[in-house]
Structures are given as C-alpha cells and as structure tokens.
C-alpha cells in the first residue's frame, strides 16, 4: 500500500493545520516562515506553486499518509534536472505524534522508487542537519551513502547551518 501521493489544493486545510500543530516541533528543522504559511491560505498559495513546478517537470511533491490514510507529512523531489545529470533533491517530514513509526523510512523508500523506476532519474541527494541523527537514519536505512559535508548549506532556524550530503545512485540502490 502506497504511503506517498501527489499533493492536491485540497490537502491545504489539513496541512495548515498540521503544519500550526507541528510548528514548534519542526521550528529547529526548518527555514524560518511567515505567520501566513501556517494558514489555508498560505498553504493553498504552497501548494499552487509546488503543482506548477510539478507540470514544468521540475518537481515532485507528495503527502505521507499514515495506515489511516490521514495526511501526516511531505515528501518531495526539488530541483529535477534532466539530461545528463538525471537528478534531483529530496525533502521531507513527518508530523511529531507519527516520528519514530517508521513512516520517514517508507516514504523515502517509494519516493526513491518513484524517482528511478517512474522518472527514470540516476541520483537522488538529501540534505540533513549535521545533528539530525534520526534523518540521517532514515537515510542510511534507504541505502544513502554520504558523500560530503556541505558549510552553512541551508539557512535553517534562522542562520546559516552546515548540512550533510546523502545520496543514492541507482545503479548502486536496491530498487535499481
């Protein structure tokens, strides 16, 4: 049963409302947000902008869904890039009440499917906080390798943080 599916306008409520719950639980995780992004409306304006990238080919945004079908976090490929570098970047997060269940580490796994076997990609990259033990996990147990450490790579929290490089290449994953 899949976990992941394509974010829809309709999803805009519910990840208000996820997002408002979960706002100081992903606030270390996070770029720092406007008190609009926590709304509907915010959230619809997201959403738009994620499905029009979405049609341009250059982005792949999915909902994690829990056993219940109740919408508990995002997944998402950015930054595809075809021709000969077939690439793209992973981001993702789950709602504090599902951490630790084991829906990170499936919704990476059918993401990275998806990129190899649906979109024909070669490589997908993750970025993870250099003490974002738990992320890192998730990756490693989907046959991430780190490659790299990236300086105050991403302005997280409200400055500019070093991250850690994953990837998985398909030629060297389980799904390729």
């Given at each position: 049963m899949s976990i992941t599916r394509l974010i829809t306008s309709e999803d805009a409520p519910a990840l208000a409302e996820l997002l408002r719950v979960n706002r100081e639980?992903?606030?270390?995780?996070?770029?720092?947000?406007?008190?609009?992004?926590f709304t509907a409306d915010g959230q619809h304006a997201v959403i738009q902008t994620d499905l029009q990238q979405h049609e341009q080919g250059s982005k792949l945004p999915h909902v994690i869904l829990d056993d219940s079908g109740c919408l508990v976090g995002r997944i998402t490929l950015n930054g595809i890039v075809r021709g000969p570098f077939q690439s793209c970047s992973m981001g993702y997060w789950v709602s504090a009440s599902h951490n630790g269940r084991g829906l990170a580490t499936k919704a990476v796994r059918e993401i990275v499917r998806v990129a190899f076997e649906d979109l024909g990609l070669h490589r997908v990259q993750a970025e993870a906080l250099l003490h974002n033990a738990r992320s890192q996990r998730?990756?490693?147990?989907n046959g991430f390798v780190q490659f790299g450490m990236a300086p105050e790579y991403l302005n997280i929290a409200g400055r500019w943080q070093d991250h850690a490089m994953y990837q998985v290449v398909k030629s060297s994953s389980a799904t390729g």
């Open positions: 639980f992903l606030a270390p995780w996070d770029p720092r947000r406007s008190d609009d992004y998730v990756l490693e147990r």
